[in-house]
């Protein structure tokens, strides 16, 4: 999706249309792409200048920073320095205050104090007390998943979902009906069918009579899009919110959405068979974690290192490099070692007990994990939450001691996705406006209208699909809460029974 101030709609008769891109725009969609593509190992600064130079020959500059801003998502940025930047910084402006920088001379004395203490050069120090600013952060990478056919196309449907933000009612026909209401169910919109001259019309509306629109429903609704787009045919007219005047927006198959094609991600490839047993099993534990294999280049002072793996954390922009040093010959260790003194990236490596060079790589400021035959898995996943202690303790201190959801119903799972964190980082908030029920909040309201609904004797179907009713998918939990038990009757069913009874 764009942000709203890349949105292009055309107001014309009252209406409410986004401006899609054409094949008219391939052209200029591919000047991006080239863009993007020409300046990696460049700043960001300077790729900013070159599409800003794109903004001025181009008949909309909106439609330049649209396809830019969904190659953004492609490109990884980094600082490069030779000395880390923060720590170039604090040592050098404690000899400026040391010094009392007043003049040229003063600095250059200041400089080079922290040179010696950094056993860098003053250049060096100089050139790294600000990389990491943003403009001054380096493109490393750019792997898009588009085409400029595939741009434009992704761009189309992003700039309909965009559209969508401020609705407040839709109206929505599908060839495949089925697929979207379960689309609408998954996103816990409310919504009703019904029939119209022209066939079965699904109506969802914002979340209250009034149809406050919130940023959450404008997001669930620009979601629906995505189902909806996939059919053959289909038809949506949404209810705008257009700062306090209502407008009709207006979509078809007719239009130019459809989900851009992406090419089939083939087989991963893996050095050694330790390397793919350790990812197959990583992968099956399903933690917080994505397993990259081969992941951007290190620089490693004037050399280049290709870690075996990457983890990336799912719920922040944060990564942790992984490096499997099997059974090498002495003279390949030595030139990994000589890699790893100067890699100022977070790094763990998974080290051949063999090779006793464990105390060699900490040495390095690096985590190193031993393994004899495998790597155990239960090893890695301790190192890596270190950091997630970290990151989940960040993430809880930007949230309110207090949460009030503004669902009835919803799952700790999902009110981690909509604050995008991990379910760790909410584990210990309170909700006074909600019962903590198993891994559901539920309102008290509608826990008293579920022990009003609920009676002894029961079949079970019929209680799972009141639940799912209210949105709730965990049964035993609510039933426990409520003080019933479940008398199963073999493979046919089971029947409700209060307990005690």
């Known amino acids: 999706m764009l942000t709203k101030d890349l949105l292009r709609v055309s107001r014309a008769g009252g209406g409410y249309h986004p401006q899609f891109a054409g094949r008219e725009h391939r052209p200029l969609a591919a000047r991006v792409l080239g863009t993007y593509q020409g300046h990696v190992g460049e700043s960001r600064s300077e790729l900013q200048s070159a599409l800003t130079d794109l903004e001025t020959d181009a008949a909309d500059f909106k439609l330049v920073r649209g396809f830019a801003k969904l190659l953004e998502r492609e490109s990884t940025f980094e600082p490069r320095a030779p000395v880390h930047p923060e720590r170039a910084r604090t040592v050098a402006f404690e000899e400026a205050e040391a010094v009392g920088v007043a003049r040229d001379s003063d600095r250059e004395t200041a400089l080079r104090r922290a040179a010696d203490r950094l056993d860098a050069t003053p250049n060096a120090i100089e050139n790294s007390l600000y990389a990491d600013l943003e403009e001054r952060q380096i493109q490393s990478s750019f792997d898009s998943r588009w085409n400029p056919d595939e741009l434009v196309a992704q761009y189309n449907l992003s700039l309909a979902q965009t559209a969508l933000f401020d609705a407040t009612k839709l109206r ?15 996103l816990r919109l409310m919504y009703e069918i019904r029939k119209t001259d022209r066939g079965r019309e699904i109506v969802v509306t914002g979340p209250d009579a009034l149809f406050r629109a919130t940023r959450r429903y404008g997001t669930r609704f620009a979601r629906l899009l995505r189902t909806l787009v996939k059919a053959d045919e289909w038809r949506l007219t949404a209810t705008i919110d257009d700062s306090g005047t209502e407008r009709d927006l207006a979509l078809s198959d007719s239009d130019p959405i459809r989900p851009p094609g992406t090419e ?3 087989e991963v490839s893996f050095d050694s068979d330790v390397e793919r047993e350790f990812a197959a099993r990583f992968d099956a ?8 294999r081969e992941p951007e280049p290190l620089e490693a002072g004037a050399r280049v290192m290709i870690p075996d793996f990457a983890f990336d954390y799912r719920h922040a922009d944060f990564r942790v490099f992984f490096e499997i040093m099997g059974f090498w010959t002495p003279e390949y260790v030595e030139k990994k070692l000589s890699q790893l003194d100067t890699v100022e990236d977070e790094l763990l490596v998974a080290v051949d007990e063999t090779l006793g060079v464990g105390e060699e790589i900490a040495a390095r400021d690096h985590r190193a994990i031993p393994y004899s035959g495998r790597i155990r898995v239960k090893d890695v996943r301790d190192a890596l939450r270190r950091y997630e202690d970290e990151l989940v303790a960040e993430s809880a201190e930007s949230l309110p001691d207090e949460m009030i959801p503004e669902e009835d119903v919803i799952s700790l799972t999902d009110l981690a996705d909509d604050h995008g964190v991990s379910e760790d980082a909410i584990e210990n908030k309170a909700f ?4 903590r029920v198993g891994r559901t909040l539920i309102r008290p309201a509608v826990l008293a209208e579920l022990r009003d609904e609920i009676e002894d004797g029961m079949a079970y179907s019929a209680v799972e699909n009141l639940l799912r009713e209210f949105g709730i998918e965990d049964a035993s939990a609510v039933l426990s809460e409520l003080e019933y038990a479940v008398e199963w009757e073999g493979l046919s069913g ?7 009874r």
Do not use: C, M, Q
């Open 285 to 292: 534990l399903g933690l917080d974690w994505n397993l990259v």
């Open 264 to 266: 089939p991600i083939g």
């Open 172 to 186: 929505v026909r599908s060839s495949d009906p089925k697929a979207l209401v379960s689309a609408v169910k998954r």
């Open 494 to 500: 089971g029947t409700l029974r209060r307990n005690g």
């Open 432 to 435: 006074p406006e909600h019962g």
